[in-house]
């Protein structure tokens, strides 16, 4: 696992987010961002797969 926490910078996004396409988009990113830093290879596919599978869910 990562150690890094940002403490909520996704709620504070959330307040400025007014499609869904979008929200998921930033969510793929977060989670991406999420998985460069990871240390772990479980942790960094689990980012992976979540941010994989948001930015599909931004296209429909």
Excluded: C
Aim: charged share 25%.
């Amino acid at each position: 696992m990562t150690d890094l926490y940002d403490g909520g910078a996704t709620t504070a996004l959330d307040d400025f987010i007014d499609d869904d396409a979008t929200y998921f988009r930033t969510r793929a990113a977060w989670h991406r961002a999420r998985a460069s830093v990871a240390t772990d290879s479980p942790t960094r596919n689990l980012h992976q797969k979540f941010a994989t599978l948001y930015e599909a869910r931004s296209l429909s």
